[in-house]
């Protein structure tokens, strides 16, 4: 069997202390603070770039290039280029994402998601989306075993409403699920030492051994597509760059059991509206929820951070700083098309723009959207079981 080639010398080298070190920003699964250097992330864990090369290769089969990768919200990868040779030579790949059901959905969750249905659509790709309740569980020790429950019905409906093709997805929630992801999860958990966890998820001696042994039931629907379709089928995980931990440690071990590497497309955070950072469901001042009423919207748009000056006269006088500002990136990354942000860009650093007005835009845009996405997400109610795992498609 042909594998797919090495990123770096090993996707797992990377320590999560090493990947702190000398940061004023730290990017974990369980943890994204401070002002992201996405550069300089690449650089630590080992991902690469995506080229004009590859975007070309993309078109070829979209016949245009999504929003999301011109604005470079979709940023970085791993054996990307593989997997879309491995499409031209006619083998097809599935789309592996989740969620980690903990709260409610924002509009930051919402992003890749969208993408993954654009690539699914497009590649004509079977989707396996996780529901990782029981990571949710032994994460949050506050939080009863009713609450994840109840949140895990909840966002079903969100990702229903993204607008999946019923008949190419299935959802695995982890604890309903668990005969199909164990006989994996174990074979995965004998190859990874308690050594490489701890230094590629920071574990320490006070985190539960719930969450130590976590991993590998992330890493199973890596591979799980090559026991459903009886021979080893690449997989494309589109996700924020947060889960890449997960995908280091799965790809270390994937040819030694015989299956491909999972590849990786990557995206950069939505912010927080409070200020730059990830938007956080757990903070929801700081995060558009899909739920948010729009009178709720317009309340946090209008208290949210931006990159202006202290006054309107200074505003004129010296410009504001557009790329230090979530308002401007909310716009960019998910309504202005490409043109109008440019232009916005301008007039804002040039002090011919002021905040209001791209809050005004904003909260305009963000509820059209959402109240849109509210009335999918109603329809879904009755929808849930076409989209239940049960071993196959
Ligand atoms: P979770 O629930 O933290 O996040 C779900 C997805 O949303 C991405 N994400 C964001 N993207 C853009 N802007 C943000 N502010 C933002 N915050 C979160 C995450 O990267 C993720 O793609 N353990 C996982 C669940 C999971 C999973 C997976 C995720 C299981 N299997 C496979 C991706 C791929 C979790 O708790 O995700």
Request: charged share 25%; aromatic share 10%.
């Amino acid at each position: 069997m042909e594998l797919n080639r090495r990123v770096a010398a090993s996707d797992a080298s990377l320590t999560g202390d090493k990947a702190d070190f000398q940061n004023n920003f730290k990017v974990t699964p369980w943890e994204v603070e401070g002002d992201i250097d996405y550069r300089r992330l690449m650089a630590q864990f080992g991902t690469l770039p995506i080229t004009s090369e590859i975007i070309e290769k993309i078109k070829k089969v979209t016949g245009e290039v999504h929003p999301m990768l011109k604005s470079q919200f979709f940023f970085s990868h791993r054996d990307l280029d593989w997997i879309l040779n491995k499409y031209d030579e006619g083998e097809g790949f599935y789309l592996y994402t989740g969620r980690g059901p903990s709260g409610m959905v924002h509009i930051g969750h919402a992003m890749p998601w969208l993408f993954t249905k654009y690539i699914q659509e497009k590649f004509d790709s079977k989707l396996l989306f996780q529901l990782t309740d029981d990571e949710k569980f032994l994460q949050n020790q506050d939080r009863s075993k009713k609450e994840i429950e109840h949140y895990v019905q909840e966002n079903v409906l969100d990702i229903i409403a993204i607008g999946f093709d019923p008949d190419k997805t299935k959802i695995i929630v982890d604890s309903r699920d668990i005969g199909h992801l164990y006989p994996l999860a174990i074979e995965i958990a004998r190859r990874i030492t308690f050594s490489t966890a701890k230094s590629v998820f920071g574990f320490s001696n006070s985190t539960n051994i719930g969450m130590i042994g976590f991993p590998p039931l992330q890493a199973a629907p890596c591979f799980l597509p090559s026991l459903m379709e009886g021979r080893p089928t690449p997989v494309l995980v589109p996700a924020a760059i947060d889960q890449d931990p997960y995908w280091r440690v799965t790809r270390d071990i994937a040819e030694r059991l015989g299956y491909y590497k999972p590849a990786q497309i990557h995206s950069k955070f939505l912010p927080g509206l409070q200020k730059l950072g990830k938007m956080s469901s757990s903070k929801p001042e700081t995060a558009l929820l899909t739920t948010d009423e729009p009178e709720i919207i317009s309340k946090k748009v209008s208290t949210a951070f931006t990159g202006g000056q202290a006054t309107i006269s200074l505003q004129r006088m010296l410009g504001g700083n557009p790329l230090g500002c979530p308002v401007f990136w909310y716009l960019r990354y998910l309504f202005d098309t490409e043109k109008e942000s440019d232009e916005r860009l301008l007039k804002c650093k040039s002090g011919n723009l002021l905040c209001g007005e791209c809050k005004s835009d904003l909260s305009k845009d963000a509820q059209t959207f959402l109240v849109e996405f509210k009335r999918r997400r109603e329809k879904a109610r009755d929808r849930a079981d076409k989209f239940t795992f049960k071993g196959a498609f």
